[in-house]
Antibody, heavy 120, light 108 residues
Framework: QVQLQESGPGLVKPSETLSLSCTVS??????????WGWIRQPPGKGLEWIASLYSRGTTYYSPSLKSRLTISGDTSKNQFSLKVTSVTAADTAVYYC????????????WGQGILVTVAS | EIVLTQSPATLSLSPGEGATLSCRASQVISTYLAWYQHKPGQAPRLLIYDAFKRATGVPARFSGSVSGTDFTLTISSLEPEDFAIYYCQHRSNWPPLTFGGGTKVEIK
C-alpha cells in the first residue's frame, strides 16, 4: 500500500505562486521508479490532470497549463511538489496527488486532496 | 488530443438495479482506459484498468468492456456504497492524460 498526503496553503492571493507538496509513505518510497502526478477538481467540475513526474526525472505537463507549472521531487523528504505561478480564481480547486501504476498509464493511489482557494 | 465523452451525465437508479455507464473515445485507443469511482470528500478510487481488468480489492459486480472506441462500465447490482461519480481516463503518448466528464450514479 501507498499513502499520499497533500500539504500546502488553503488560500492563495491572485497573481501569487501556489506551492503544494505530497508526502509518500507506506510500502513504497518516492524514488521507486514510478510516475507521480497531480490532478485537480475545480468546484462543481470534473477531474483535470495537471502534471506528472517520473521519479528518475522526466516531467509531463498539461499543455494548457505548462507555462505556469513546475513539478519536482525530493527523495530525501520522500516528497514531490507542484508549483503553479500567477494563479487566478480559475485555479481554485481540490488538488490531488497520485501515484501512477506500473504501466504509467493509470492512477493507482491517490491522496485525499487539499482545497486551495485563490482569493484576495 | 483524445476526447472522452461519458454518458449519461446522471443515472438515477435504486439499490439492487444494474448500471451501465458509457465512455466514448474520439479515436481508437486500444484498451488504454481506466474507470474511477469518486465520492465527495474522498480520494478517487481506481476500479478498472486496461478497459476490463479489475483493480485490487474491487468487487466482482464491477466490470469493464470495450467495443471499438466505446467503453462500458457495468455494475451488476448496485450496493448503497456504489452511488458516486464515475470517471473514465486515458493516457496515450504524453501529454496529456485525459478524463471524461463523469457520470453521477444517484439514488432514485
Amino acid at each position: 500500500q501507498v499513502q499520499l498526503q497533500e500539504s500546502g496553503p488553503g488560500l492563495v492571493k491572485p497573481s501569487e505562486t501556489l506551492s503544494l507538496s505530497c508526502t509518500v509513505s507506506g510500502d513504497f518510497s518516492y524514488d521507486n521508479g514510478f510516475t507521480w502526478g497531480w490532478i485537480r477538481q475545480p468546484p462543481g467540475k470534473g477531474l483535470e490532470w495537471i502534471a506528472s513526474l517520473y521519479s528518475r526525472g522526466t516531467t509531463y505537463y498539461s499543455p494548457s497549463l505548462k507555462s505556469r507549472l513546475t513539478i519536482s521531487g525530493d527523495t530525501s523528504k520522500n516528497q514531490f511538489s507542484l508549483k503553479v505561478t500567477s494563479v487566478t480564481a480559475a485555479d481554485t480547486a481540490v488538488y490531488y496527488c497520485a501515484r501512477h501504476d506500473e504501466s504509467g498509464y493509470f492512477l493507482e493511489y491517490w491522496g485525499q486532496g487539499i482545497l486551495v482557494t485563490v482569493a484576495s | 488530443e483524445i476526447v472522452l465523452t461519458q454518458s449519461p451525465a446522471t443515472l438515477s437508479l435504486s439499490p439492487g438495479e444494474g448500471a451501465t455507464l458509457s465512455c466514448r473515445a474520439s479515436q481508437v485507443i486500444s484498451t488504454y482506459l481506466a474507470w474511477y469511482q469518486h465520492k465527495p470528500g474522498q480520494a478517487p478510487r481506481l476500479l478498472i484498468y486496461d478497459a476490463f481488468k479489475r483493480a485490487t480489492g474491487v468487487p466482482a459486480r464491477f466490470s469493464g468492456s470495450v467495443s471499438g472506441t466505446d467503453f462500458t462500465l457495468t455494475i451488476s447490482s448496485l450496493e448503497p456504497e456504489d452511488f458516486a461519480i464515475y470517471y473514465c481516463q486515458h493516457r496515450s503518448n504524453w501529454p496529456p492524460l485525459t478524463f471524461g466528464g463523469g457520470t453521477k450514479v444517484e439514488i432514485k
